[in-house]
Protein backbone atom coordinates (compact mmCIF):
# COMPACT_ATOMS: atom_id res chain seq x y z
CA UNK A 1 0.00 0.00 0.00
CA UNK A 2 1.05 3.42 -0.66
CA UNK A 3 -0.17 4.82 2.19
CA UNK A 4 1.46 4.03 5.08
CA UNK A 5 2.89 6.91 7.12
CA UNK A 6 4.53 4.95 9.93
CA UNK A 7 8.06 6.26 11.51
CA UNK A 8 10.04 4.18 13.43
CA UNK A 9 8.78 6.35 16.18
CA UNK A 10 5.62 5.00 15.76
CA UNK A 11 6.67 1.50 16.85
CA UNK A 12 9.05 2.36 18.95
CA UNK A 13 6.09 4.42 21.29
CA UNK A 14 4.03 1.11 20.27
CA UNK A 15 6.36 -0.86 22.01
CA UNK A 16 7.06 0.97 25.31
CA UNK A 17 3.13 1.35 25.58
CA UNK A 18 1.94 -2.04 24.35
CA UNK A 19 4.31 -4.54 24.49
CA UNK A 20 6.17 -6.50 21.94
CA UNK A 21 4.55 -6.21 18.54
CA UNK A 22 6.22 -7.35 15.47
CA UNK A 23 7.64 -4.71 12.87
CA UNK A 24 4.35 -3.48 11.67
CA UNK A 25 3.30 -0.32 10.02
CA UNK A 26 0.44 2.09 11.16
CA UNK A 27 -2.10 2.93 8.37
CA UNK A 28 -5.35 4.23 10.45
CA UNK A 29 -3.68 6.28 13.59
CA UNK A 30 -5.92 6.95 16.76
CA UNK A 31 -6.85 10.55 15.13
CA UNK A 32 -7.56 8.88 11.41
CA UNK A 33 -10.06 6.64 13.35
CA UNK A 34 -11.64 9.50 15.46
CA UNK A 35 -12.07 11.36 12.35
CA UNK A 36 -13.87 7.94 10.89
CA UNK A 37 -15.98 7.59 13.38
CA UNK A 38 -16.98 10.92 13.33
CA UNK A 39 -17.86 11.38 10.09
CA UNK A 40 -19.43 7.86 10.18
CA UNK A 41 -21.63 8.72 13.31
CA UNK A 42 -22.20 12.11 11.46
CA UNK A 43 -23.88 10.57 8.14
CA UNK A 44 -26.12 8.25 10.82
CA UNK A 45 -26.94 10.70 12.96
CA UNK A 46 -28.20 12.47 9.18
CA UNK A 47 -30.10 9.63 8.07
CA UNK A 48 -31.81 8.18 11.09
CA UNK A 49 -32.76 11.55 12.54
CA UNK A 50 -36.43 10.29 12.36
CA UNK A 51 -35.95 7.08 14.08
CA UNK A 52 -37.00 6.04 16.95
CA UNK A 53 -36.11 2.37 17.03
CA UNK A 54 -32.46 2.67 16.07
CA UNK A 55 -30.17 -0.81 17.07
CA UNK A 56 -26.63 -1.11 16.90
CA UNK A 57 -25.53 -5.02 16.06
CA UNK A 58 -22.22 -5.65 17.25
CA UNK A 59 -20.36 -8.41 15.19
CA UNK A 60 -18.57 -9.92 17.98
CA UNK A 61 -15.37 -9.73 18.40
CA UNK A 62 -13.90 -7.24 16.10
CA UNK A 63 -16.16 -4.34 15.66
CA UNK A 64 -16.14 -3.95 19.78
CA UNK A 65 -14.14 -1.00 19.75
CA UNK A 66 -15.57 0.78 17.03
CA UNK A 67 -19.12 0.53 18.08
CA UNK A 68 -17.88 1.95 21.50
CA UNK A 69 -16.44 4.62 19.81
CA UNK A 70 -19.43 4.99 17.01
CA UNK A 71 -22.12 4.58 19.57
CA UNK A 72 -20.68 7.44 21.77
CA UNK A 73 -21.11 9.70 18.76
CA UNK A 74 -24.55 8.99 17.91
CA UNK A 75 -27.31 11.42 18.82
CA UNK A 76 -29.95 9.41 17.77
CA UNK A 77 -30.88 7.06 20.83
CA UNK A 78 -30.38 3.89 20.26
CA UNK A 79 -29.64 0.18 21.58
CA UNK A 80 -26.85 -2.38 21.46
CA UNK A 81 -27.38 -5.92 20.43
CA UNK A 82 -24.07 -8.03 20.25
CA UNK A 83 -24.16 -11.01 17.57
CA UNK A 84 -21.10 -13.42 17.22
CA UNK A 85 -20.21 -14.91 13.50
CA UNK A 86 -17.26 -16.97 13.24
CA UNK A 87 -16.51 -18.03 9.25
CA UNK A 88 -12.86 -19.87 10.09
CA UNK A 89 -12.31 -22.67 11.69
CA UNK A 90 -8.60 -21.96 12.77
CA UNK A 91 -7.00 -20.78 9.79
CA UNK A 92 -9.32 -22.08 7.05
CA UNK A 93 -12.84 -20.93 5.97
CA UNK A 94 -15.37 -22.68 6.58
CA UNK A 95 -17.69 -20.98 3.61
CA UNK A 96 -20.30 -21.05 6.27
CA UNK A 97 -20.87 -17.96 9.07
CA UNK A 98 -21.44 -19.71 12.36
CA UNK A 99 -24.00 -17.05 14.12
CA UNK A 100 -24.54 -17.26 18.10
CA UNK A 101 -26.73 -14.91 20.08
CA UNK A 102 -26.04 -14.03 23.59
CA UNK A 103 -29.46 -13.22 23.91
CA UNK A 104 -32.37 -12.84 21.07
CA UNK A 105 -32.14 -10.13 19.11
CA UNK A 106 -35.35 -8.72 19.34
CA UNK A 107 -35.35 -5.77 16.43
CA UNK A 108 -38.91 -6.70 15.09
CA UNK A 109 -39.77 -3.23 13.79
CA UNK A 110 -36.37 -1.49 14.54
CA UNK A 111 -33.94 -0.12 12.72
CA UNK A 112 -30.81 -2.29 12.76
CA UNK A 113 -27.30 -1.28 11.81
CA UNK A 114 -25.16 -4.00 11.88
CA UNK A 115 -21.56 -2.56 13.02
CA UNK A 116 -18.46 -4.65 11.96
CA UNK A 117 -14.69 -3.77 11.91
CA UNK A 118 -13.98 -4.81 8.00
CA UNK A 119 -15.72 -6.16 5.10
CA UNK A 120 -13.73 -8.99 2.70
CA UNK A 121 -15.31 -11.04 0.88
CA UNK A 122 -18.81 -9.79 1.89
CA UNK A 123 -19.94 -13.36 3.89
CA UNK A 124 -20.27 -12.26 6.75
CA UNK A 125 -22.44 -9.13 6.45
CA UNK A 126 -24.57 -11.16 3.77
CA UNK A 127 -25.13 -13.98 6.03
CA UNK A 128 -26.06 -12.11 9.01
CA UNK A 129 -28.04 -9.43 6.80
CA UNK A 130 -30.18 -12.20 5.06
CA UNK A 131 -30.84 -13.89 8.34
CA UNK A 132 -31.45 -10.64 10.46
CA UNK A 133 -34.07 -10.09 7.74
CA UNK A 134 -35.70 -13.50 7.55
CA UNK A 135 -35.71 -14.69 11.15
CA UNK A 136 -36.39 -10.94 13.01
CA UNK A 137 -38.50 -8.74 10.74
CA UNK A 138 -37.01 -5.53 11.33
CA UNK A 139 -37.93 -2.43 9.50
CA UNK A 140 -35.12 -1.86 7.75
CA UNK A 141 -31.51 -3.61 8.25
CA UNK A 142 -27.81 -1.55 6.98
CA UNK A 143 -24.35 -2.49 7.53
CA UNK A 144 -22.03 -0.02 8.98
CA UNK A 145 -17.82 -1.51 8.78
CA UNK A 146 -14.62 0.54 9.28
CA UNK A 147 -12.96 -0.88 7.08
CA UNK A 148 -13.67 -2.50 3.64
CA UNK A 149 -11.35 -4.23 1.20
CA UNK A 150 -13.76 -4.04 -2.28
CA UNK A 151 -10.74 -6.31 -3.65
CA UNK A 152 -11.37 -8.99 -2.30
CA UNK A 153 -15.32 -9.18 -2.68
CA UNK A 154 -16.99 -12.51 -3.15
CA UNK A 155 -20.40 -11.89 -2.70
CA UNK A 156 -22.82 -9.40 -3.81
CA UNK A 157 -23.05 -6.69 -1.26
CA UNK A 158 -21.85 -3.37 0.04
CA UNK A 159 -21.61 -1.89 3.20
CA UNK A 160 -23.78 1.19 3.59
CA UNK A 161 -21.38 2.96 5.75
CA UNK A 162 -17.63 2.41 5.28
CA UNK A 163 -15.08 4.51 7.15
CA UNK A 164 -12.03 3.43 4.95
CA UNK A 165 -11.26 1.82 1.65
CA UNK A 166 -8.15 -0.34 2.04
CA UNK A 167 -6.14 -2.27 -0.19
CA UNK A 168 -5.89 -6.37 -0.16
CA UNK A 169 -3.26 -6.56 3.34
CA UNK A 170 -4.34 -7.99 6.45
CA UNK A 171 -4.52 -5.39 9.12
CA UNK A 172 -5.46 -5.37 13.10
CA UNK A 173 -5.35 -3.39 16.22
CA UNK A 174 -8.69 -1.46 17.49
CA UNK A 175 -10.38 -5.26 17.70
CA UNK A 176 -9.00 -6.51 15.14
CA UNK A 177 -6.65 -9.31 15.87
CA UNK A 178 -4.13 -11.88 14.08
CA UNK A 179 -4.82 -15.70 15.60
CA UNK A 180 -6.50 -12.86 18.60
CA UNK A 181 -3.46 -11.01 19.25
CA UNK A 182 -3.17 -7.04 18.89
CA UNK A 183 -7.12 -6.46 19.13
CA UNK A 184 -5.54 -3.91 22.14
CA UNK A 185 -3.59 -1.56 20.08
CA UNK A 186 -4.97 1.66 19.51
CA UNK A 187 -4.42 2.20 15.77
CA UNK A 188 -4.82 -0.32 12.94
CA UNK A 189 -1.18 -1.85 11.23
CA UNK A 190 -0.03 -4.19 9.06
CA UNK A 191 2.79 -6.58 9.50
CA UNK A 192 5.85 -4.79 7.46
CA UNK A 193 6.16 -7.81 5.84
CA UNK A 194 2.61 -8.98 5.44
CA UNK A 195 0.61 -10.15 2.89
CA UNK A 196 -2.91 -11.34 3.16
CA UNK A 197 -1.85 -14.57 1.88
CA UNK A 198 0.49 -15.23 4.95
CA UNK A 199 -2.03 -13.99 7.26
CA UNK A 200 -4.45 -15.66 9.23
CA UNK A 201 -7.18 -14.03 12.24
CA UNK A 202 -9.39 -16.00 14.12
CA UNK A 203 -11.87 -14.09 12.37
CA UNK A 204 -14.14 -13.40 14.67
P1 LIG B 1 -15.77 -11.53 5.29
O1 LIG B 1 -14.81 -12.25 4.38
O2 LIG B 1 -16.24 -10.23 4.68
O3 LIG B 1 -16.87 -12.42 5.73
O4 LIG B 1 -14.94 -11.14 6.57
C1 LIG B 1 -14.95 -12.01 7.65
C2 LIG B 1 -14.27 -11.48 8.84
O5 LIG B 1 -12.90 -11.69 8.64
C3 LIG B 1 -14.38 -10.00 9.23
O6 LIG B 1 -15.51 -9.70 9.98
C4 LIG B 1 -13.14 -9.87 10.10
O7 LIG B 1 -13.43 -10.28 11.42
C5 LIG B 1 -12.18 -10.85 9.47
N1 LIG B 1 -11.18 -10.16 8.67
C6 LIG B 1 -11.22 -9.91 7.36
N2 LIG B 1 -10.12 -9.25 6.96
C7 LIG B 1 -9.37 -9.09 8.09
C8 LIG B 1 -8.10 -8.47 8.36
O8 LIG B 1 -7.42 -7.92 7.48
N3 LIG B 1 -7.67 -8.52 9.64
C9 LIG B 1 -8.38 -9.12 10.65
N4 LIG B 1 -9.57 -9.69 10.45
C10 LIG B 1 -10.05 -9.68 9.18
MG1 LIG C 1 -15.45 -9.90 12.13
Known sequence: MGSFFSTQSDEDVAKAAYGYVPKHNIIMSES???????????????????????????????????MTDLSRQIEVPHEHRYITAQSYLGTESTGEVAVAYNEPLNVAGKDVI?????????????????????????ASVKCCTLLDKPSRRRHNIEADYVGKSIDDVFVFGYGLDVNENYRHLPYIAVMADSSSEESTSSDE
Open 32 to 66: QIEEAVAYLAEIINDDYDESENLVLVCVLKGAVQF
Open 114 to 138: IVDDIIDTGLTLKTLVEKIKSEENP
